[in-house]
């Protein structure tokens, strides 16, 4: 065997762990994972009205499906168990999946966007490992937070940056093009025009806040994701659209 072949063939593939692999950006994070040769963990929820559909998808892509339920204690013998060298959290609600839940209160923005995520913190503190922690936040979130949703995020964003985990956190502004394969127009009209004026006032001068402001869609997030959660630069940074489109 020559010498690089044998290197190749020591060095370990990394492991990452992906909660809200169902999600618009959570399946493309998981397909490019899985398509750039990282042993690719896929968590769906068990009740996840999704697990069906999404299951044999991820299979086809190489990657495994762990169903651990939210739970503190399981996730914790989860992390244990696969030890990933990466965790993503890219799991959010929404209003419309709040009031179409059985129990709403179990689907706030405080619920699941912070607990979760908080949860999430925990199980990998408790199992003693050290992953590099990727998580999805949102732009505007900061200290000054009024709306539920940024709270949320806000407090999420805080238990990972207080966690002693190396951080990755991503704070990207509307998510938006083909195949979401959920209604959202609301979401769509106001990326859309949010980027027609963006790109008006890129043209007068205001490059930056276009750059900062304008959508991306899930493959051009899933990709700046799993750069940055493969790049040693990267650990314990928050950026933002900006950041991302001036990545050298
Ligand atoms: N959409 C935007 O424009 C935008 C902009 C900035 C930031 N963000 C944030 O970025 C993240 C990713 O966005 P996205 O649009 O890719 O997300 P998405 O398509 O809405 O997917 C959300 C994910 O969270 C999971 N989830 C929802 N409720 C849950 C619950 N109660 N328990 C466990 N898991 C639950 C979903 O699992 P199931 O499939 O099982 O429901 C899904 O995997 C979200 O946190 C979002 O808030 C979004």
Not at 177 to 193: D, K, L, M, N
Request: glycine letters at 6%; proline letters at 5%.
């Amino acid at each position: 065997m020559s010498v690089d072949a044998e290197r190749s063939s020591t060095v370990t593939k990394p492991t990452a762990f992906v909660a809200g692999a169902t999600g618009y950006t959570g399946r493309e994070v998981v397909r490019l994972l899985a398509q750039s040769g990282v042993d690719t963990i896929a968590h769906i929820r068990p009740n996840s009205s999704r697990l069906d559909e999404y299951t044999p998808r991820f299979e086809s892509y190489g990657a495994q499906v762990d169903t651990t339920p939210w739970d503190e204690n399981e996730m914790c013998e989860c992390m244990s168990e696969l030890q990933p060298d990466i965790v993503f959290c890219l799991i959010g609600t929404t209003r419309a999946r709040k009031q179409a839940a059985d129990n709403p209160n179990n689907n706030t923005y405080h619920a699941v966007d912070f607990k979760l995520t908080e949860l999430l913190v925990h199980a990998c503190q408790q199992a003693e490992i050290q992953p590099r922690f990727v998580y999805i936040s949102a732009i505007g979130v900061g200290p000054n937070a009024t709306t539920s949703y940024m709270k949320a995020r806000w407090m999420a964003e805080r238990s990972v940056v207080e966690s002693q985990l190396p951080y990755t956190v991503v704070r990207p502004a509307f998510i938006s093009g083909p195949g979401r394969g959920e209604s959202r127009p609301g979401e769509r009209v106001a990326a859309a025009v949010g980027d027609a004026v963006l790109e008006a006032l890129g043209a007068l001068g205001a490059k930056k806040l276009r750059d900062r402001y304008a959508s991306m869609t899930n493959t051009e997030l899933a990709e700046h994701l799993v750069a940055l959660a493969l790049s040693p630069d990267a650990a314990n940074t928050v950026v933002d659209a900006y950041d991302l489109r001036h990545r050298d």
